[in-house]
């Protein structure tokens, strides 16, 4: 038997065999360490030059550094520059290397603005650390505005406002990663000299608070605006006609350089009810035989803004009284004259007004306007002249509409037939389905792909080792049946489609052997693939069919036309031939002469385009 242990105190312990046993705690590995984001690899530059391309970028920034993409960003009708593009680097080093070396280089003569891409819209609105500059002289432009306050932090952004020739407005912005740097920059500059020329510098008070402030002003006026003033009044008698109306802090009459006055002038008062009270009982008075005009005090900006709103509300006002009248009428004879359209309208109602536009050289232009007296005229106007044949031609007839209604609507056609292709090569499986995407280079050896803020995000555009890369600008996957990569095509996502095997990757040279193991003879080559016969298209087809939908068929066959005998221009000369009506494409598919007529056309613009180009 064991004895049992004394403690230092002499109280006997419990035998170590009767100790309760602990229980078993669960291992629990610690958490891994929280993953820093990746680094930014992704570039804002702006204040481009339209004809900037996106080689012409590659060409300047891969000096720094392997590109990963590039995209300059184009309007989605006209596909005209907005005068800015994304510049995605594989290495966050190169992209901090392109900011401190390129940034404010001339690129075709214009120095541009280069800054890190920031996609969260609510860091770019919030206006931290914006502050606004004012009262500049016409020297600084925006690599010495930023020079001079790149003293007070790290500035993000900086820019000098311009006109359209490029001069300074006199006014800029600068954007500090914090606001602690802004605000020692306003301390320190505001109310300096910066080229002989005192400046005012402030937090930047986005375009909503200035509109809400200039309401409250307006309701709260003091300062009054005086026209129409007999040349003979005289400083002194102006004063005395507005201090009845309470106390004035300043008053003045306008006058040129020989001292004489020229008719107006301004009144300030102390508080805004003696402003109201003389606008009340001056304006439309007599005083020498003129009728005063009296109002409130107005800035340049906002008399030109209700001017515009005036104009614009006076154009509404006539456009909706033509609503549903005015027609538009394209594809007339090149001898058509406004008598000749007159009288092919006459028959279905009063016309008010006909015109056949032509240019300045007095030759017609093809089309013209014809307005009727009621809808219901124009109405069976348009359902019995459309598609008439004039002469030799069909004529489009079509109620008349404002060009920014047929930009909308052109912009929503062309994102719906985007749509369309891109769920069509998502369907088929085909890399790259987004349209009009960054142009992607590959990386240089030892460069991985980095994602990052901007950076090459997974699943766009980026090409599968092995997979082809399709042509640029032309439609990738069509809906033809019959053809690969259509609609009839298994989805990728199918369940129910069968699955395609993968063969392992071979060595070179080493011989393929069938799954028994026995040797296979050497091959014969591939046997020639099968031509399929193109499709044709019906007018019961596209009649079954929504307006988009009948565009997107007529685009996949003519492109199936175009393709055998131009396979890389055929994208380009099917979006030109796109433009013409229905009707006139059907007719081209029918007629293969008129087809190939068309195509001639179209290499020949294309060719003309390409030799007018500036050389790159």
Known sequence: MTSPVVLPDGAPAVPAEAAPTPAVQPYNPPAPPPVAPAPSASLYVGELDPTVTEAMLFEIFNMIGPVASIRVCRDAVTRRSLGYAYVNYLNANDGERALEQLNYSLIKGRACRIMWSQRDPALR???????????LDEAIDNKALHDTFAAFGNVLSCKVATDDQGRSKGYGFVHYETAEAADNAIKAVNGMLLNDKKVYVGHHISRKERLSKLDEMKSQYTNLYVKNLDTEVSQEEF???????????SAI???????KSKGFGFVNFERHEEAQAAVEQLHDSEINGK???????????????????????????????????NLYIKNLEDDFDDDKLRAEFEPFGTVTSCKVMRDDKNVSKGFGFVCFTTPD?????????????????????????????????????????????????????????????????????GFPPQAGRGGMMPGFGMMLPGMPMPPYGAPQAYGVPGYPGGRGGPRRDDPNAMPIPRPAPVPQGAPVRPPN?????????????????????????????????????LGEVIYLRISTSHPELAGKITGMLLEMDNNELLHLLENSTAMSAKVNEALAVLQEFKADEPAQ
């Open 125 to 135: 609105k919030t206006g931290q650390g914006n502050i606004f500059i004012k009262n």
């Open 239 to 249: 004063e005395n006609l507005f201090k009845q109306f309470g106390n004035i802090t």
């Open 253 to 259: 009459v306008q006058v040129d350089e020989e001292g």
């Open 291 to 325: 009728k005063l005009f009296v109002t409130r005090a107005q800035k340049k900006a906002e008399r030109e803004e209700e001017l515009r709103k005036a104009y614009e509300s006076a154009k509404m006002e006539k456009l909706n009284k033509y609503q549903g009248v």
């Open 377 to 445: 005229e124009a109405t069976k106007a348009v359902a019995e002249m459309n598609n008439k044949m004039i002469g030799t031609k069909p004529l489009y007839v079509s109620l008349a509409q404002r060009r920014e209604v047929r930009r909308q609507q052109l912009e929503s056609q062309i994102s719906q037939r985007n749509q369309i292709r891109m769920q069509q090569a998502a369907a088929a499986g085909l890399p790259g389905g987004f349209i009009n995407g960054p142009m992607f280079y590959p990386p240089a050896p």
């Open 517 to 553: 193991g026995a040797a296979r003879p050497p091959a014969q080559g591939p046997p020639p693939p099968s031509v399929p016969a193109v499709p044709t298209v019906t007018q019961e087809q596209l009649s079954s069919l929504q307006p988009v939908e009948q565009k997107q068929l």
